[in-house]
């Protein structure tokens, strides 16, 4: 065919496409499938947000019955692309679907050759470890299960996280790649232990960053370090979610870092709704296991009590203030020991000096209606929150005893 027959026929191919876009025009949220495959099944998940790879408008132009595979082996994590369509346009200006997605992927994707990907896949298995330190396990319905801290400095774990970081993009709403080379970061994998002969599976991870924090001159002087860790991403992988596991990940690592003295405060970057919810139900549950006294926690409460023990729980000051009005409201609902009017007085203090600028601008009517009306959302939230949760708080009886409500 000559060069002008081609150039004719791609002329034809877009004035066709021009009358009937929609044709040719992809959601790149539903054209790219993620799998997680096994040695029984492939497990079928979506992405949440395609943007970052695809653009804003997530969309996909020039490709009819366009499907985009993604698979992942469940313990190496080993990926698998392929791109599959019915027919394209012929247009200069289509993007490369190959190219686009392997710059967020790492050298050792394999791309259409799915047998090719099962031999290598076969073949690493055979003195593959995972490139960590086990830090913690525990088990949940009989059922084990293992966090390992990844070592990031070596050729193993730099590659493991080359090919989970992809999910931050399609799982965390403007997510980014971190700097793996910087020695801050750490990398902190959640694995379903095997039972029998069975391979592990990873469940999720976090990556963490710890920032160095000037414990003053005489400690400096000692060499006493003093970090605020600081969790950035977080994911559990969707073919996990809804059992509660992300709780119990973030629960113990945060146990964990309790432990660690180099640790004086733990800390979450721009947290979204969903983890503030995971966050609140996983840290009311581990006040239970760590004694808290509830029985403190009372409108008119002690700051000198309240700033010794969100030091000593490493709570940054949001998230402690957070727990504290949770804990009021469900004592309010539950034991009627605390007056309504003390503890909305008690969360409306916060609610003032965190929008003290704003608020200040206004006349004193439109103050109080704002404070009020940002008081019932906050706290229909946190109702919402509560759920049925459980808290060792008390309740006063008729004949005037007191007996815990667990």
Not at 27 to 32: K, T, Y
Not at 195 to 203: A, F, L, M, R
Request: include cysteine.
């Amino acid at each position: 065919m000559s060069l002008a027959d081609k150039k004719q026929i791609s002329a034809a191919s877009l004035q066709a496409a021009s009358l009937q876009p929609e044709l040719w025009t992809s959601s790149s949220n539903e054209a790219l499938k993620c799998f997680i495959t096994n040695e029984e099944e492939a497990i079928k998940f979506q992405p949440l947000f395609t943007y970052p790879i695809f653009g804003d408008a997530e969309s996909i132009y020039g490709y009819k019955d366009l499907d985009i595979f993604l698979c992942f082996d469940h313990y190496t994590f080993k990926p698998f692309l392929n791109i599959k369509y019915s027919q394209k346009l012929e247009d200069n200006d289509l993007i490369d679907i190959k190219e686009t997605v392997d710059k967020y992927l790492p050298d050792s994707t394999i791309f259409k050759d799915e047998i090719k990907w099962v031999d290598s896949i076969k073949e690493e298995k055979k003195s593959y470890k995972i490139p960590g330190n086990k830090i913690d396990e525990f088990k949940v319905d009989n059922i084990e299960y293992e966090i390992y801290k990844i070592d990031l400095k070596s050729k193993e774990g730099l590659e493991l996280h080359k090919r989970l970081q992809i999910l931050v993009l399609l799982y965390i709403e403007a997510g980014s790649f971190i700097d793996s080379e910087d020695e801050l970061w750490n990398l902190y994998v959640f694995y379903e232990k095997p039972q029998g002969e069975n391979e592990p599976s990873i469940v999720g991870f976090t990556t963490a960053y710890n920032y160095w924090k000037y414990p003053g001159a005489i400690k400096f002087d000692e060499g006493i370090k003093e970090i605020r860790i600081k969790i950035s991403q977080f994911i559990i992988l969707p073919i996990y979610q809804g059992n509660g596991l992300g709780q119990l990940f973030y629960s113990h690592l945060c146990d964990i870092w309790l432990k660690d003295s180099n640790i004086i405060e733990i800390v979450v970057e721009d947290p979204n709704e969903q983890f503030d919810d995971l966050r609140d139900k996983a840290d009311l549950k581990r006040l239970r296991n760590l004694s808290f006294d509830f029985g403190k926690v009372i409108p008119k409460i002690d700051s000198d009590w309240v700033n010794t023990t969100k030091k000593n729980l490493k709570f940054e000051n949001r998230q402690f203030s957070r727990l504290l009005e949770l804990i009021l409201l469900y004592k309010l609902k539950h034991t009627k020991d605390i007056s309504t009017a003390d503890v909305r007085k008690f969360i409306k203090q916060r609610l003032y000096k965190k929008n003290k600028e704003g608020l200040d601008s206004l006349d004193e009517n439109n103050r109080k209606d704002k404070l009020q009306t940002a008081y019932q959302a906050l706290e229909d939230d946190y109702y919402r929150i509560l759920g049925d949760i459980n808290l060792p708080t008390k309740r006063k009886r008729d004949e005037g005893k007191m007996v815990d409500k667990t």
